[in-house]
């Protein structure tokens, strides 16, 4: 398994911007597709992106597609989520995490390893 530290979140306006980060360290990054889920309080969690082990694909919950990007760098075992046009609905705890198989990649349940999270809150 990999270990996976979120950082980048923080406080910002609606319609601003935030750009996370996700370090991975342990086996093999691009072995791994990796996925960004998010849980704001007294909710589900749920999903957010996605992206291949080779970063050729990508995949986006209809809540946040053309709004944010997911994007990795495998030489920096790095995988980013950037956030434009916020909104307060955005707010919450976002967590990376990682699994093998690029497949059913909407389910957290599937995924193999977690970061600890990092807190976004978007202020109208």
């Known amino acids: 398994q990999v270990q996976l530290v979120e950082s980048g979140g923080g406080l910002v306006q609606a319609g601003g911007s935030l750009r996370l980060s996700c370090a991975a360290s342990?086996?093999?990054?691009?072995?791994?597709?990796m996925g960004w889920f998010r849980q704001a309080p007294g909710k589900e969690r749920e999903f957010v992106a996605a992206i291949s082990r080779s970063g050729t694909g990508t995949y986006y919950s209809d809540s946040v597609k053309g709004r944010f990007t997911i994007s990795r760098d495998n030489a920096k075992n790095t995988v980013y989520l950037q956030m434009n046009s916020l909104k307060p609905e955005d707010t919450a705890v976002y967590y990376c995490a990682a699994r093998r198989v690029w497949s059913n990649i909407v389910a957290g349940s599937t995924y193999d390893s977690w970061g600890q999270g990092t807190q976004v809150t978007v202020s109208s």
């Open positions: 342990g086996r093999t990054f691009s072995s791994y597709a």
